[in-house]
């Protein structure tokens, strides 16, 4: 993406020029305020984009002391005079183009310009709206933390600073985006993560050149591997304290202002059926919670398949009353089993996006509608049969208990239910090589996506097979790297 | 060609092995396993001047060998697939009756396979690791089950047709993926006589694991069964209303695929160092030719003669050749 004629256009000296230059680039944007005024004999004039900053603060700090100076015998001496002598704000950047005073000016800044100057001075007063610190909405937890990210980047820095004092964390800000300028964030732990796998992480941000970022999404593309993967090789959060167990394991985190959720990289499989509540209780009701989630996702995957495929062809595997229980059922409903389950998770799909996308409290309503009225009247009229609906309700229920893994599993349940619905059990062994091998394939930085499994490392089962207890897992000093391949 | 663990080495080759025995036709008996053990041994044996040569620094440097390794890999793929299409007929597959449906069935496993190839052997021996140890838990819980249905004097009660030496024979055949040994121990981090080693060992447990299963489970009705381990899957049930043959079932279909998909990769670098500039179609070349040679091949598993001359010169043979070569040349 070209940069803007602008950007690198330096600060032009005179001032009614350069106020009319910078009305020119703005195109008279009403929020962008230019106050004229004199101090010390130079005629200046302070730039604010209205709403950005905070007015008290702009007024107490910046504005009482600059217009008090004695007069100076040029504008150069003004600013030296500002930038030595006064300590107006914390973050004071010297500006000589158009491309950082917008920037700046965008961001809160308060911008300086004088006459016979070809620079500017910023001050930090922002002082925007932002929503408050709240529970995650995504990441539910019993006995942790209840604070969740928020939209604003500095917030969500400090969090993590509020969690990892240790001088080792290193947050470098950058700018991307050609036209939204939005600030990212790297954020790691530099005696935990190999000088290697941070070069190779910029390099891959080096290659965005996107006008605008609005989310993770724009932005995992380009931090994940090319291949088609099923299941993402990096992972969000929206809790600071499980960003802050990564950072410890030697991950890199990313921050998009804007966006109330950081993504971690690498992210392991195995990861995705770990929660902070997990080291909150004791090992073996932990570990006995994990093997409850594996069987889960086993569960919300398979379920509707192995239903079709043993109901329309290894009817002999099922003992008898079950069978007369289906067949009974099943002859009452017109519609073949794939046919029927394809319907029911089609329409589940159907009401759950509509629950997302409507008003809460309309969407409590499409609950009601779909959940009582349909859903009810459909096994009444006999068009879907109650086992089948058990079973699918049952596996997306399933899927909920990992919700990070629930889209990759929303389209595998379709995909193997389809399987096995048209070559019975062989087919969903068939596409069960597929998928593992695929999941096995997703790599990135040199991670692989199924360690500690596969590639089998003995020292990762104590967090993955079973959840061992703190003292143990405190001498294992663990970082991510062990997996490197 | 990317370097894999000795667990990955193990899983690739036992996946072969195991589907191989799954698919076992006649009498099994203690004769058989005494038989089976000592092919295996045999085996172990034979294997030396491969793993002498590998620790001596060897490659597959010559055009000859990979030629015969080649055709070696694609006769027993296509024996894997004509092995799959016998058991099928036993363990409902649906749409797998006649030549169109043996030919959709292949299809279906070559696309799989297809798909395996291209993501690489490293991919393949991570994903084999993880198939062999869903096999292994599969595995276990048949063996277990199998205990409650036991029937101890089967094993006096089910008989061989043949002699031991026949059994070993047929044991020493079984491992046809041998040719895979050869190409996959080259690419195994380690020493190779411990790579080996522990591969012989694995096999030998798993053989006689398999095998002792199926005749305490079904030792009784042995002359009826036409494959002894299908069916003693089919009989240990752990629980008396419920049936876990579905487990066998998926078990089985993913062997298949990973056995296949072995000989697919293997064949397919082979193919690629033989003819240097074909890069873009060497999996599914090989995939053809298996299937073709599995059209040619089906129905002579009794050659069993045959079969133990191909396996002895793909594992004693060329690699006896192989290194007094490299001695001869080291020599001069």
């Known amino acids: 993406m070209n940069n803007p004629d602008y950007e690198k256009l330096p600060i032009i000296r005179d001032l009614s020029q350069n106020i009319k230059k910078i009305k020119e680039i703005s195109g008279g944007s009403s929020d962008v305020l230019v106050n004229e005024f004199v101090t010390g004999g130079i005629k200046c004039a302070m730039l604010i984009c209205e709403g950005m900053l905070s007015i008290s603060v702009i007024t107490e700090l910046v504005f009482e002391p600059i217009t008090h100076i004695l007069p100076k015998k040029d504008s150069r001496e003004l600013f030296n005079h500002i930038q030595d002598n006064l300590l107006l704000s914390t973050d004071r950047p010297e500006i000589n183009d158009y491309g950082t005073l917008f920037h700046l000016l965008n961001s809160g800044f308060a911008v300086l310009i004088a006459d016979d100057m070809d620079k500017a001075l910023a001050f930090g007063v922002q002082g925007f709206f932002t929503r408050s610190i709240q529970e995650p909405s995504g990441e539910g937890n019993i006995m942790g933390a209840h604070e969740g990210f928020v939209e604003t980047i500095r917030i969500n820095m400090s969090m993590i600073r509020r969690r990892l004092k240790s001088p080792e964390l290193v947050m470098e800000l950058f700018v991307k985006g050609g036209k939204s300028k939005t600030d990212l964030c790297l954020c790691y732990m530099q005696d935990r993560v190999p000088k290697e796998l941070m070069d190779k992480i910029r390099s891959s941000l080096d290659k965005i050149e996107l006008e605008s970022i609005l ?128 319907g029911v998770l089609l329409m589940y799909e159907i009401i759950r996006e509509a629950g997302i996308r409507l008003p ?50 929303t389209l595998l349940r379709f995909a193997f239910l389809a399987a096995g619905g048209i070559f019975g059990l062989f087919g969903i062994g068939l596409l069960a090589c597929a998928v593992l091998v695929n999941i096995c394939a997703t790599e990135d930085y040199g991670f692989p996506y199924t360690a500690p499994l596969s590639p089998f490392k003995a020292g990762g089962m104590g967090d993955t097979v079973i959840r061992s207890g703190m003292k143990k897992m405190q001498s294992r000093g663990f970082t991510v790297e062990e997996y490197h391949e | 060609m990317s370097r894999i663990s ?30 089976f053990a000592a092919g295996t041994a045999l085996q172990f044996i034979m294997a030396f001047p491969i793993i002498r040569f590998y620790s001596c620094g060897g490659g597959f440097g010559s055009k000859w060998v990979q030629i015969i390794y080649f055709v070696y890999l694609i006769l027993w793929g296509g024996l894997l697939f004509a092995m799959q299409w016998d058991v099928s007929q036993f363990i409902y597959i649906p749409y797998s009756e006649g030549f169109r ?119 009784g009705i042995m002359e009826a069964a036409d494959f002894p381990i299908v069916t003693a899957a089919q009989l240990s049930q752990p629980f008396p209303v419920q049936r876990i043959d579905s487990l066998f079932l998926m078990i089985f279909a993913i062997f298949a695929v990973f056995s296949i998909a ?71």
């Open chain 2, 6 to 35: 000795r667990n990955q080495f193990s899983a690739l080759l036992l996946i072969t092995d195991a589907f191989a025995l799954f698919c076992l036709m006649g009498n099994i008996s203690l004769i058989t396993i005494a038989g």
């Open chain 2, 262 to 332: 072995v000989q697919t990769v293997t064949s397919a670098y082979l193919l690629g160092e033989i003819f240097p500039s074909f890069r873009k179609l060497r999996s599914t070349a090989s995939l053809v030719l298996m299937i073709g040679a599995a059209f040619a091949l089906h129905g002579t598993g009794r050659y069993i003669r045959i079969y133990s001359f191909a396996v002895a010169a793909a594992l004693l043979v060329v690699p006896s050749i192989m290194l007094i070569q490299k001695k001869i040349i080291k020599g001069r």
């Open chain 2, 101 to 219: 449906g043996k030919l959709l069935i292949s299809g279906l496993i070559a696309v799989v396979c297809l798909y395996i190839s291209s993501t690489g052997i490293k991919t393949l021996s991570r994903a084999a690791v993880i198939a062999a140890a869903i096999g292994a838990v599969c595995l276990f819980i048949v063996a277990v089950s199998s205990l409650f249905h036991a029937e101890w004097e089967n094993f006096s009660r089910a008989e061989s047709a043949a002699g031991i030496s026949e059994e070993m024979m047929k044991g020493f055949v079984l491992s046809g993926g041998l040719g895979s040994f050869v190409v996959l121990l080259s690419m195994t981090k380690g020493k190779p006589m411990k790579n080996a080693a522990i591969y012989f060992l694995e096999k030998l447990i798993l053989t006689v694991v398999i095998t002792v299963t199926a005749i305490i489970v079904a030792g």
């Open chain 1, 360 to 409: 809460k409290p309309v969407g409590g309503a499409v609950s009601i509608v779909s959940g009582l009225i349909i859903g009810d009247s459909a096994v009444k009229s006999g068009l879907i049969s109650t086992p089948l609906l058990t079973m699918t309700a049952l596996a997306v229920i399933s899927g909920f208990v990992v919700p990070e893994l629930n889209p990759s599993v």
């Open chain 1, 215 to 342: 989310s993770t999404g724009y932005i995992r593309p380009f931090v994940e591997n090319d291949k088609f993967e099923l299941f993402s090789s990096t992972g969000t959060t929206e809790r600071p304290d499980v960003l802050c167990s990564k950072l410890i394991e030697g991950r890199v985190a990313l921050f998009v202002d804007g966006v109330p959720f950081a993504i971690v990289i690498p992210r392991l499989f195995c990861e995705s059926f770990q929660t902070l509540d997990d080291y909150s209780f004791k090992p073996y009701y932990a570990t006995f919670i994990r093997w409850i989630k594996y069987g889960a996702f086993i569960i919300s995957v398979l379920l509707p398949a192995l239903y079709a495929a043993i109901v329309m062809y290894h009817p002999e595997l099922m003992n008898s009353t079950l069978l007369m229980l289906l067949v009974e059922s099943e002859k009452n409903t017109p519609f073949s089993i794939v046919t029927e389950s394809m």
